[in-house]
C-alpha cells in the first residue's frame, strides 16, 4: 500500500482520520498524549505525511530545522524553520518536509489540557486552537530556546516510563503549549479581556462542530451559550470578522467542499448527509456561496489534483 495515498484518503474515499499518521483511530484515548521527531515517521513515507484528520486530538508541529509545506484544510503555505503549525481537531493537513528536517510533533486529547482541575485555564491556550494557525518563534530567540528545551525534556520522559510520568508529560506539554499561546497572543495583541471573548468563541465553535449538520438557528447556538443573539454576533464579527451565521454556514460549506473530494457518493447523498432535506436547497445554499455548483466544484477540484 502507498502509505502516501493512504494519508489522502481511506477505502471508502473519505479524508483519512488518525490517531497518529498511519494509525488506528477508531477508539480514540481521552488520555492520549504523544511525541515524537519529525524524523522519525516522515523519513518512513519520504518525508511526506499526506492529507488527513486527528479525531479528538490537537497537534502541534515545532520545526526547528529543515523547511516544509504544509497543507491546512485548503491553504497551503511554507513553513520555515523555527516556527510551529498548530492543528485543531478536524482539521484536514498534510507536510512534505525537506528531508533532513529536524524538530517535534505533540500529540494530545482536549482531556490531557483541560481536566476538571486546569479546566479553569482554559481561557490561557484556547486562543491557540481557535483555528489551524502558525507561531513564528524565530524572533523570539529566549523563548524558541526554552520551548525547544521542554520538548526535548519530554521526549526523553516520554521515552523512560518511570515514577509520575504522565504527571510530568501534562506538565512539560502544557508548558509547551502554554509559551507558544504567549507568542501567538504577543503578537495578536491578545490582552485579558480578549481571552475572556476567545474561550466564549471557542466553546461557540465547539458547538458549531457538534453541531451544523443539525442546522441549528443563531438563536440556537446563544441559548445554549447563554447569551443573547446580538452579542454572539458581535463577539463573531469581533473575533472572526463574520456573523455567527456567516461562521456557521462556513463550517457547513468547508464539510461540504471536504466531502465532494473525498467521498465518492452522488451530490444528492452528500446533500442529505449534510442535513438538507432537499438536494436542490443544497444546490442553492453552495452555488450561493461559492459561484458554482457542487458537481462542477467536484469536477474542477478532482481535475486539479490529477
Known sequence: MDTRRAGRADTAGRVAAFGLY??????PDTEFLHIEDIHSRSSLHAWEIGAHTHRGLFQVVVLLEGGARVRLDDRTLELAPQGAVVVPPAVVHGFQFQPGSHGYVL?????????????????LVEGLFLAACVVDLAADAPLL??????LEQLMAEFRRPQLGQTMMCVWLSRSVLLLLERRRAAVSGATGPERVRTELFARFRTLVEEHHTEHWPVPRYAAALGITESRLNRLCRRLADRSAFEVVQDRLLLEARRRLIYIAAPVSVIAYELGFQDPGYFNRFFKKLTGTTPAA????ARGAEE
Request: hydrophobic fraction near 45%.
Open 107 to 123: 500529540t494530545v486529547a482536549e482531556a490531557v489540557l483541560f481536566d476538571g482541575a486546569q479546566a479553569h485555564n482554559r481561557p
Open 22 to 27: 498511519g494509525e488506528d483511530a477508531s477508539a
Open 145 to 150: 530556546g526554552r520551548v525547544a528545551a521542554l
Open 297 to 300: 466544484f467536484r469536477r474542477q
